[in-house]
């Protein structure tokens, strides 16, 4: 019997435009070595990955100098590489004001809008995202702050990141049109989106999936605080595509009908190019609901 393989490498739609099926994430890009920098996005490139998904908030840990290390040391690398800017998406996150935490009122978000635009040194961001929801926010005066950045110039799409799907469908209301992402944290190990409606409600609006943590952080590739049964799954699979559990895993995220798009955060170029490897991953839904089943522990209905 031939298997039909749910794993989806397709282009997926980001408004307009499109992007790999794998995203380069920058949450560790916080060695301040240009040329390291550059190495990974060169990398990143030729695998595929031409959306970039970063924050203004990432720098604060990981060894980073601080709030928007991250942003600064890519946008120092597309000083020095120019050319490389045509070649992403760039896609940011604002939104998160430690230790407040969350404030997506106009006044701030402006402010913090215009920062990540001048720490990425770009004229337009081609994805802003809130990073997470500010419950004392209106979801129409998101969505007027919103409007007026990209009627401004600043920004070209919305997203969101985080948000449950009552959330999402608020600022959608208020918007009067579909987003063109939603962010959540999915894996193997995170199953949140597919139970709470959230790729129900990207699928039926036709917003893209970006899933972050495709890997749980890394756990799925180490085997550590996971559950010892989906290991065996993952590994169990693994051997029968003659390959290792980390391109299972990134195939599971990649094979749900939504078509997410898998963040990688790794800031190794080897493990960029061994990304890919998920592409060739043959999974149907036998296979899917079995790594389902052994990650919550209980058998479906």
């Not at 992007?19 to 996005?41: E, N, S, V, Y």
């Not at 590739?221 to 299972?248: K, P, S, Y």
């Not at 190019?273 to 790594?291: E, G, H, Q, W």
Request: net charge negative; aromatic share 6%.
């Amino acid at each position: 019997m031939i298997m039909h393989s749910l794993v989806s490498s397709a282009p997926r739609k980001i408004g307009d435009d499109s992007c790999g099926p794998l995203a380069f994430g920058c949450w560790r890009l916080t060695d301040p070595d240009l040329g390291k920098a550059q190495q990974l996005l060169e990398t990143a490139l030729e695998a595929g990955m031409t959306l970039i998904d970063t924050a203004d908030v990432y720098g604060l840990d990981y060894g980073g100098a601080g709030f928007g290390d991250s942003e600064t040391i890519l946008g120092q690398t597309l000083a020095q590489a120019p050319s490389l800017r045509d070649e992403f998406l760039i896609a940011t996150k604002g939104g998160i004001l430690p230790p407040l935490p969350y404030d997506s009122s106009q006044q701030y978000l402006t402010q913090a809008c215009e920062d990540s635009l001048r720490r990425l040194g770009i004229d337009v961001i081609d994805l802003y995202q809130i990073h997470r929801p500010d419950i004392f926010t209106h979801p129409c005066e998101l969505a007027e702050t919103l409007e007026d950045l990209r009627a401004a110039g600043k920004i070209r799409y919305i997203g969101v990141s985080n948000f449950t799907p009552d959330q999402h469908d608020a600022l959608t209301h208020c918007l009067g049109e579909p987003l063109a992402a939603n962010q959540p944290e999915f894996s193997a190990a995170t199953l949140t989106p597919i139970q709470d409606g959230t790729f129900d409600r990207c699928m039926a609006q036709g917003v893209t999936p970006l899933a972050w943590s495709p890997l749980a952080g890394g756990r799925l590739a180490t085997g550590e605080g996971v559950r010892d049964e989906l290991i065996a799954v993952l590994d169990r699979l693994a051997e029968r595509e003659n390959t290792d559990r980390t391109a299972v895993a990134l195939a599971f995220v990649l094979a749900h009908p939504s078509r997410p798009v898998a963040i990688v955060g790794t800031t190794r170029p080897e493990r960029i190019k061994t990304s890919t490897a998920a592409f060739k991953v043959t999974l149907d839904r036998n296979d899917c609901y079995d790594i389902i089943e052994a990650s919550q522990g209980f058998p479906l209905p």
